[in-house]
């Protein structure tokens, strides 16, 4: 089924036009300097599925972004190498060629500066230099064939450079929309949600207030505002050092589990930015448990009964965050939408569960 899966996304994604045909999604933003091909993403596809671009030779990109799970892990927080374990949940790809940023505190720009990263993360593939990348590739023919057929560059020449290029390539085929959400709001077809469903897509753009991050505009809905928000989650973490950050001091020792529950303050250094994360897209949102950029709520309906308390109180909670006063069928009209979110590419691993 996986092959299945990414053959069909390859042959439909290769050219820029054919994703304007897919319901509920802009046209695909492809960069002047890496353009798309069959033969590219092909690679790039060989590349993230490819587990010796590891330290110990057992962990690939698929293994936390896998097609079953729509491109995440279903763990709270990713595992690398040797079982280890980082402090943050792994996003999904789906559609990450919409971003415009990259990891939950934004720290890159580019899904090609993002590629590599992973590979040379400590606790995730735990390569300690992009070189070491090469030297798998120039040890295997069929890589050394398809990087000349690609790039035109001979062994001696490839660089990481390409490498990320082709891994980008790829991901930017993991596009997803036509669901039944987009043929009901974009397609006029009112027989796709039930009336639960429907209610609930009210809620999700007006009471329950969900739309104001997760957007929706009148011709396309990526459920993402590519933002950052301090919604309360992890803050805790934070509650001892919180007088030290406020008081700017540069000497700060933290734990891992403290840096990274300062978000997106690590890439700014703003003080307004502690504990800001990314707005997460919400698409095949009902595969990609568990939610939050630490993967503590279980559950949609543990999410939306999070969002309805108004979330954890702290002194940079974001103002769109107040407690909903949602009724009990409310909240069960809003998780029946949001499953409605699943495109038809991903319905049989729902089904499965």
Known sequence: ??????????????????????????PLPIPDNNPQTAEKIALGQKLFNDPRFSADGTISCASCHQTSKA?????????GIKGLTGNRNAPTVVNAAYYT?????????????QSLDPITNPIEHGLTNPEQILAVIQQDFDYLKSFLDV???????ITTTHVAKALASYERTL???NSPFDQYFFQS???VLNESEARGLRIFRRKGNCANCHEISWDHALFTDNRFYNIGIGFGALDKILPNILAAKQTLILTDSQKSELGRFNVTGLINDTGKFKTPTLRNIALTAPYMHDGSLKTLREVVDYYDKGGEKNRFLDPAIFPLKLTEQEKNDLVAFMKKLTSPEYEVYLKAR
């Not at 491109?71 to 595992?79: N, Q, R």
């Not at 934004?106 to 500066?113: I, T, Y």
């Not at 790039?151 to 020449?157: L, P």
């Open 1 to 26: 089924m996986k092959k299945i899966v990414t053959t069909f996304l390859i042959l439909l994604f290769t050219n820029i036009s054919s994703a304007q045909t897919i319901a509920g999604l802009p």
């Open 71 to 79: 491109f995440t892990d279903g763990l709270p927080h990713a595992k």
């Open 101 to 113: 940023s990259f990891f939950h505190d934004g720290r890159r720009e580019s899904l090609e500066q």
């Open 151 to 157: 790039f035109s560059v001979t062994a001696e020449k």
């Open 175 to 177: 596009i997803s929309g």
């Open 189 to 191: 077809n009112r027989k």
